[in-house]
């Protein structure tokens, strides 16, 4: 198939289903044999029932005509015979042709590289792998994980380029995941993803449920981390390891489990027509919280949970805001919101207050998707008194965050090329970016679900398409629009890491057994990845627009789960060929009608 190029020049092999296929998949109409039923077939079933009586007048003149031809006639009669039979073959053909290879429609970029960064996933599982898996140079591993714990923690996904899985990052990328399904089902549906992002989340969220006794009432520890980061002294493709993987329980790690039950809570509504598997997501998301509140948390001074290896939260409070709004949603249980527009809790969780780190979204800060979650009950709902005064306050927070990514801002820099710094030209900007023009593109999708044109942001007035172009500018600096020319996600473009930090692809698929020292020599190899893992996106450039395309720097080539499905979330937010805008009701489906509670009377003074 000839390659279509991008907006930006690169160019990537389309591999579309015919249109015959979106027939059946419901995209087009699907006739029945009847409609193909041809006007003259009362008269073709005549013809078959005088066909004998014809074929005898046809004998009879055919005889006659044999001893009276004209050779002039008979060649002119030839010639014209040939040359009407060949126009009728020409045409059978060009039909032919036109229904067999019509070419298929054009694809924006947004939904390519939508479909490329889901595939991410699919490279990313642990354990025996589906049958539809689709990465050829992956294949089961680690099916050992966790013997003896519970019932054994084989399966989910692997965090980047090491073969370990860390339950923190993995429940927030499945809460990102699921949440862009709640709000934008149609869009995934229209790009043809739908079924693989929900089987995504699965995949995700059965590991979980593996992770701690989801069939109890209540539970005093969950897994941390399964496997360890030895990446200095060993490098191995998962498929190779037969080493011991220790499993890393934790009693005491409230932010972890809030989590975890964001994760199961807004997953279980992703999966609310599977009665029965979302009833168990909801169960496992119930007993999640009450392990991390503990009495709403008053054990804890709001220090960070128990550390793993990489990934240990600097403080749980902005986890029970985000998970306490998720259980909300999933269950319609009010003691949640009753819990998330404390006061208390939002001073606990610094929701109000600035500082360098205000509105960036990420693993471990909550508060910018906690904020614009809970408005969005607010801007639907419309709860009133108690709890107005509250989600007011979150409204307007996010409102700030929203306006403070916008050009005129001066909250953040940006590179020369455009990048925003979220994290002040930290390494790995990118898992923050495309969170960003998530949040800022879902907040100009409020705007419009509630016929509101925009916001005023200081003394400036921004209609709701300034948030969407923002998210866009961003995205495509990622997809290449920026000063390297370079798309930071793999497989995108003809021009990306080609020396991605990532054992799996940095190795021969032939290699099945090997030692961690004789792998170190693909680390160390100065040719590309022999594996490409189509759809990572890796840590990102730095505050100079510099990128090292460097196997050994996993600041700048290592791929994450948490940042990819940012960007997931990012790409099908802005895909707009369909003009569909959030699903303003499924999010609310447990929500039960709310009666508004009048405000107590006032005080009555003394006589």
């Not at 087009?28 to 077939?41: I, M, N, T």
């Not at 693989?196 to 995700?204: A, F, L, N, S, Y």
């Not at 970016?433 to 916001?455: H, I, K, Q, S």
């Amino acid at each position: 198939m000839p390659e279509r190029s991008n907006l930006w020049g690169g160019t990537f092999d389309i591999t579309l289903e015919m249109e015959d296929q979106s027939i059946e998949n419901g995209h087009g109409h699907h006739y029945g044999r009847s409609a193909y039923q041809s006007p003259l077939e009362d008269e073709v079933k005549q013809g078959w029932l005088l066909r004998p009586a014809m074929d005898m007048e046809m004998k009879r003149k055919k005889k006659k005509r044999c001893f009276n031809i004209n050779p002039t006639v008979l060649i002119r009669n030839l010639v014209v015979v040939a040359v009407l039979a060949g126009i009728v073959a020409l045409v059978a053909f060009l039909a032919t042709r036109r229904h067999h290879h019509r070419p298929p429609p054009v694809q924006d970029n947004y939904t390519i590289a939508l479909q490329r960064a889901l595939m991410f996933f699919n490279a990313q599982r642990s354990g025996k792998l589906p049958a539809n898996n689709n990465v050829s140079w992956r294949g089961d591993s680690c099916l050992d994980d966790g013997n003896g714990y519970l019932n054994g923690l084989e399966g989910g996904y692997y965090d980047g380029g090491d073969a370990v899985k860390y339950s923190f990052p993995a429940s927030f990328a499945m809460t990102m995941l699921s949440w862009s399904v709640l709000e934008y089902s149609a869009k995934y549906e229209t790009a043809g993803e739908l079924n693989h992002v929900k089987d995504i989340i699965r995949w995700g969220t059965d590991y979980l449920l593996k992770t701690f006794n989801s069939s109890a009432d209540t539970i005093d520890k969950i897994v941390l981390q399964v496997g360890k980061n030895s990446s200095e002294n060993c490098w191995i493709r998962p498929e190779s390891i037969n080493y011991p993987r220790p499993v890393i329980p934790c009693s005491t790690c409230p932010a972890l489990a809030a989590e975890m039950a964001a994760a199961l809570a807004a997953a279980s509504i992703v999966f609310k027509d599977d009665h029965k598997y979302s009833k168990k997501l909801v169960h496992g998301a119930v007993i999640l919280f009450k392990f991390a509140t503990k009495g709403e948390g008053e054990r804890y001074a709001g220090g960070s949970d128990p550390p793993s290896n990489f990934y240990n939260s600097s403080g749980f409070w902005d986890e029970f805001v985000w998970g306490g709004a998720w259980m909300y949603c999933a269950t319609g249980n009010s003691s949640y919101i009753d819990l998330v527009t404390s006061p208390g809790l939002a001073k606990h969780a610094k929701a109000f207050w600035g500082g360098p780190d205000h509105g960036v979204l990420g693993w471990d800060n909550k508060h910018a998707g906690a904020q614009l979650l809970m408005s969005r009950l607010r801007m639907f709902l419309d709860f009133g008194y108690p709890y107005e005064e509250m989600l007011k306050n979150f409204h307007e927070q996010i409102s700030e965050i929203i306006c403070s990514y916008l050009p005129g801002s001066h909250n953040f820099k940006r590179t020369n090329g455009g990048l925003i710094e979220l994290n002040h030209g930290k390494p790995k900007p990118l898992q923050y970016v495309t969170n960003a023009a998530f949040l800022a593109t879902l907040y100009a999708d409020y705007l419009e679900a509630t016929l509101t044109p925009g916001w005023q942001c200081g003394a400036k007035f921004y209609p709701k398409d300034a948030f969407r172009d923002f998210a866009k500018t961003q995205i495509d600096y990622i997809l290449g629009r920026n000063l390297r020319h370079m798309s930071y996600v793999v497989g995108f473009s003809d021009n990306f890491p080609q020396y991605v930090y990532h054992k799996g692809a940095s190795i021969r698929d032939y290699i099945k057994h090997q030692s961690c020292q004789e792998g170190l020599r693909w680390k160390e190899r100065k040719k590309p990845n022999p594996n490409t893992i189509v759809g990572a996106m890796v840590g990102g450039p730095d505050k100079d627009d510099g990128f090292q395309d460097n196997r050994s720097n996993y600041n700048f080539t290592e791929p994450t789960i948490a940042g990819n499905a940012g960007l997931i979330a990012a790409l099908v937010a802005l895909l707009d060929g369909s003009k569909t805008g959030v699903d303003k009701n499924t999010m609310f489906y447990a929500i039960p009608p709310f009666s508004m509670s009048r405000p107590p009377p006032p005080p009555v003074g003394k006589p």
